[in-house]
């Protein structure tokens, strides 16, 4: 199964918001980012059909698509957006070489289109332990900062020390510089990422003061804490935040529990079970005011019973994690699970991560009708003629919910640029992300 993505985007500036949609939801799915659609395992071309040369140009690039695929047999030609909508008959009658096509109004359901036709993608590369991992910077206001390399623990499922080697922790002062100039270039919030980032120099106050240290660097916005294993070192760094003393680290939990079964996470090498992860986050929610979690789920380890997904039902319902991905697994070379007998057939891994995602998803529903009304710091990712992006504190670029605002029924946008930080007010959602408004002084 494929799991590599490229997207061509056509058109306006709204098609390239509607790709930065597209490119959330496969990397939500469990997909990952080619540099080349020459690389790619799925070449998605978002089209326009606004005017004739739109049109003509989406027809060539789809040829052009058809060239690049015949080079690789195993690639899918994904056709998407608006010539795909308009000429819906004529795609499937005329383009035989476009293996998938739908409409508008479908982005944020990319990667779940892909995995009803084709199937669903092999687990991330084991080289890279997060869906954040496809983050990278390009002039956005965001960027992620490595804080190590490596990895010591022996996660069953995991390559990454055979590849990566021992973990180890970068140098502040290096870590420092690179934030320095990235805010010279424009970026306002920084990720701080890395195999086992609650290792970082050994001790949870390293963190802490490492933080502190980026606090003194102007222009920088936010700071943001992703994949922070769920054990006791992340109960310590927890139990030392303050919020008042560290202002810009934002209110966000990033902590894969990979599953709730403690039979399945004993087999998988991982540490915790159901009841420490709800203590965990319940702590987390306590210590910082208005923190979101993000967690993910790897279904389909062998031996994986009906009674182990029932545990992770359970914890959905006892943890009510904000966001979630969820992964199948995928039996990794040179790992422990890699042999092991049992493993669930793929069609029952399926279901079995379509009914978590439904659950999560009915959970999502009541987190968002909470958010109607509210009024939110955000950061501007996007700016066009007629729309913006933005972001709260509470959710990560490129894979979180944003919130989108039409500026022709505001009519300004008050001279905003990508970085800026806007107060905004929810006005509704959709199944992921949200509508909003701007709010002025005036207005609070």
Known sequence: MGRTFFITTLGCPKNAADSRQMRRSLLREGYEPA?????????????????????????????EGADIKKEHSDQKLVLVGCFAQRYEAAVREELPEVDLSFGTGLYHRTGELLSEKFGRPAIHDPLEPSVFSGMEFDGQPY?????????????AF?????????????????????????????VREVCLVSQDTNAFGGSHQAIIDAISAMH?????????????????????????????????LVPYLESPVQHASSRI??????????????????????????????????????????????????????????????????????????????????????????????????????????RQD??????????????????????APEVDEVIHIDLETQNSDAGLEPGDLVKVKVTGFFEYDMAGELVTEDDL
């Open 35 to 63: 540099e080349s659609p020459y690389e790619a395992d799925y070449h998605l071309i978002n089209s326009c059909s606004f005017i004739q040369s739109a049109r003509e140009e989406t027809i060539q690039t789809v040829l």
């Open 158 to 186: 995991c390559a990454i020390p055979s590849f990566r080697g021992a973990f180890r922790s970068r140098e502040l002062a290096e870590i420092l510089q690179e934030i320095r100039d990235l805010t010279e270039e424009g």
């Open 374 to 395: 509210q009024i939110f710091e955000c950061m501007v990712d996007e700016i066009s003629e007629d729309g913006m992006v933005v972001r709260r504190k509470q959710d």
């Open 143 to 155: 960027a992620p900062v490595k804080l190590s390399e490596g990895c010591d623990r022996k996660c």
């Open 216 to 248: 003194e660097i102007p222009d920088l916005h936010w700071i943001r804490l992703l994949y922070m294993y769920p054990d006791a070192r992340t109960r310590r760094f927890l139990e030392a935040w303050d919020p008042v003393q560290l202002p810009r």
């Open 265 to 370: 996470l004993k087999a998988m090498n991982r540490a915790g079970d159901r009841q420490s992860f709800r203590d965990l986050f319940q702590l987390a929610r306590e210590k910082v005011p208005g923190l979101e979690i993000r967690t993910s789920l790897l279904l389909g380890f062998p031996g994986e019973k009906s009674e182990d997904i029932d545990e992770v039902h359970a914890f959905l319902d006892d943890c009510r994690p904000e966001k979630l991905a969820l992964f199948a697994y995928s039996p990794e070379e040179g790992t422990s699970g890699f042999s092991l007998p049992g493993m669930p057939a793929e069609e029952s891994i399926t279901d079995r991560i379509n009914d978590v995602r439904q659950h999560h998803l009915s959970i999502l529903k009541d987190i968002h009708l909470a």
